[in-house]
């Protein structure tokens, strides 16, 4: 295997099925959040601005409702694993989301996954309440979301996984690059080169083929 000891990779529609935080806020969001959501849809509105007025939408959530919403959250066919076979070889994997680092210590959890590296937006909660924080933000970020996803990364040459337009920015920058869903068409788009999934069944094969040859990562 090549010389690479950390793999960094989206949370919210790449190790999920679905987008967590957009099927939270489909599900216990206000009607005020939608004129958010068109507003940075249409780029008015920064990604960090459009979230905390999204989670501002959500009232008086009971925790049992919480908990029952994050038990149904899917990983990704073949996440398990993908994980597994980093741990064997000694690999590190490091999450770079614009969600929510609560909920994503929740799903990973679950699954008995617990030493994982994230860099999420900080999202509090109680007596049915929430609020959110921003420790990873960074003004000169080129998409001004929550977190700043290339300033996280340690190397020159890595290895990125993604879904989104909030991947765009790092996807550009990654030797390898694993695309799925908007993020494909967008490096399609904008001849990005990437290696196409469906589910992480489809990055372990093309993982393990990448990186068989050790010499010159």
Request: glycine share 6%.
């Amino acid at each position: 295997m090549k010389k690479i000891k950390t793999v960094y990779s989206d949370f919210d529609g790449t190790i999920t099925k679905k987008d967590v935080v957009s099927s939270f806020f489909e599900e216990f969001g206000g009607n005020t959040r939608l004129a958010y959501k068109k507003l940075w849809i249409e780029g008015k509105i920064s990604s960090l601005e459009n979230t905390r007025h999204q989670i501002s939408s959500v009232k008086n959530l009971p925790e049992a409702v919480l908990e029952e919403f994050l038990s149904k959250v899917e990983l990704s066919d073949g996440f398990l694993e993908f994980y597994k076979y980093l741990v064997l070889n000694d690999i590190k994997l490091v999450i770079l989301s614009n969600g929510f680092d609560m909920f994503i210590k929740r799903v990973l959890e679950r699954h008995g996954i617990r030493e994982v590296e994230i860099f999420a937006n900080r999202l509090t909660y109680e007596n049915g309440v929430f609020s959110i924080d921003f420790p990873f933000y960074n003004e000169e970020c080129e998409l001004k979301t929550g977190v700043c996803k290339c300033s996280k990364v340690r190397e020159e040459k890595f290895c990125f996984i993604g879904d989104g337009i909030t991947d765009l920015c790092i996807a550009k920058k990654a030797r390898n690059l694993y695309a799925t869903k908007r993020l494909r068409e967008l490096c399609n788009k904008f001849s990005i080169p990437h290696t196409p999934f469906e589910n992480f069944y489809d990055v372990l094969n093309r993982f393990k083929t990448d990186f068989l040859d050790t010499e010159n990562y």
